[in-house]
């Protein structure tokens, strides 16, 4: 059973940093393409970063660029997001994302399998 397990979320200032991690399990074939999304109350879901798993290009939503790195861990099946420099813009729920079919880092139809989320909260 293929599965997404975020962690890492929490509360922070302004300014401050957090660190995400994707444990991905379950794949037969791993997926080319993971990413993370955001869904802030009242807002639509947006994609905040992404990643090529064999390229290695990386994509960002351009409120995060400079602040946010995406990384995967190879070996270890991971997918982590490091986000420095906070700010409450980016409370939100935080989404892991994996798949096969590239239409664009920011369609969710690239991705086929979604983690339950990990809360980010940044207070000012």
């Known amino acids: 059973q293929v599965r997404l397990v975020e962690s890492g979320g929490g509360s922070v200032q302004a300014g401050g940093s957090l660190s995400l991690s994707c444990a991905a399990s379950?794949?037969?074939?791993?997926?080319?393409?993971m990413g993370w999304f955001r869904r802030a109350p009242g807002k639509e879901r947006e994609g905040v970063a992404g990643i090529s798993i064999i390229g290695g290009n990386t994509y960002y939503a351009d409120s995060v660029k400079g602040r946010f790195t995406i990384s995967h861990n190879n070996a270890e099946n991971t997918l982590y997001l490091q986000m420095n420099r906070l700010n409450p813009e980016d409370t939100a729920m935080y989404y892991c994302a994996a798949g096969f079919r590239f239409n664009g880092w920011t369609n969710p139809a690239t991705y086929g399998n979604w983690g339950q989320g990990t809360q980010v909260t940044v207070s000012s």
């Open positions: 379950g794949y037969t074939y791993y997926p080319d393409y």
